[in-house]
């Protein structure tokens, strides 16, 4: 991942950049910013982002000009979750949070439809902060504000913070539509 973000970086940063779509790897080895990529990548691995999102964390960093020794701070990951979920469309949402059930249920030996009820709050509380449970689903599903009650009152706090419950209230007043594509969370994770 290191070596894909300073591939990104030299794409979207470097004008007239002569190495095309990817610079040679001793280019990257030699760089005086090697130990940032490296730092940056291995965040990136550990936040276990899907593919597109990394993509898109990999050019807001660079085109907001971020420093790179800013890269793997939380304050910059907040500002990027943010702006991503206004951003996402609703069906890549249920994408998403279905991939992280599935992922979930294989590591815990459950089904996937007992994800928004059974996975542990503080392990919920992560996946929001971080943007793998987008708001869509959380203010758009029965199984999404189900899991938000289980919280506890810290956790709420965090998810709140991150989450701009007013933006969130207005957009799904606003396209009222969307919420069809949210349907199938509701219609497959019925609480037992």
């Known amino acids: 991942m290191a070596f894909e973000a300073f591939c990104v970086f030299h794409k979207t940063c470097m004008p007239g950049n002569i190495y095309g779509e990817k610079p ?24 276990k982002l ?14 907001q000009g971020v420093k790179i020794k800013d890269w793997a701070k939380s304050f910059v990951l907040e500002e990027f979750i943010k702006l991503y979920s206004l ?11 279905i991939i992280l059930a599935e992922e979930w249920s294989n590591e815990n030996n459950r089904h996937w439809t007992e994800f928004f009820d059974k996975v542990p709050a503080s392990m919920a509380t992560h ?16 199984a999404g504000q189900r ?5 506890n009152e810290r956790e709420l706090e965090l998810v709140v913070n991150h989450i701009n419950v007013n933006t969130w209230k207005h957009k799904l007043k606003k396209y009222p539509a969307s919420l ?6 509701d219609e497959t994770c019925i609480s037992k």
């Open 24 to 47: 040679p790897l001793d280019k990257f080895i030699n760089s005086p910013e090697y130990n940032g990529f490296y730092t940056f990548g291995k965040y990136l691995a550990e936040l």
């Open 50 to 63: 899907p593919k597109d999102q990394q993509q898109e964390f990999m050019k807001f960093v660079m085109q």
């Open 87 to 97: 951003k996402e469309d609703p069906k890549r949402a249920v994408e998403s949070v």
């Open 127 to 142: 996946f929001i902060i971080t943007g793998r449970i987008s708001p869509w689903i959380i203010y758009g599903t029965n």
């Open 147 to 151: 899991m938000v009650d289980r919280l």
């Open 180 to 185: 069809n594509e949210l349907e199938i969370i």
